[in-house]
């Protein structure tokens, strides 16, 4: 069966760095764009960063860009986020995603991400 399993989540000062990794089986991974999701209590789940297949393209949300960055590796069926100067408001659980070349989206549990002094 489909499964994305994230890690990496954690505890973390304001300024600081987490690295975020899904690993993601039963799929074909390297033809599925990947995406990751966040969700901050009371609010909306919204849509972080994507990656291309091949990992060519990479977009990202205003809030995280240049700050955050999507990487996949298809010979593992891994895909990252390297979050840096994290700050409060990046406190979220935070989710992995699969888009299948059917259309077919896949989730992983979440991994909690704190930011706090």
């Known amino acids: 069966q489909v499964q994305l399993v994230e890690s990496g989540g954690g505890l973390v000062q304001p300024g600081g760095s987490l690295r975020l990794s899904c690993a993601a089986s039963g799929f074909t991974f390297s033809m599925s764009a990947m995406r990751w999701y966040r969700q901050a209590p009371g609010k909306e789940r919204e849509l972080v960063a994507t990656?291309?297949?091949?990992?060519?393209?990479?977009n990202y949300a205003d809030s995280v860009k240049g700050r955050f960055t999507i990487s996949r590796d298809n010979a593992k069926n891994t895909v990252s986020l390297q979050m840096n100067s994290l700050k409060p408001e990046d406190t979220a659980v935070y989710y992995c995603n699969a888009v299948s070349p059917t259309g077919r989206w896949y989730w992983g549990q979440g991994t909690q991400v704190t930011v706090s002094s």
């Open positions: 990656i291309t297949r091949a990992g060519g393209s990479t």
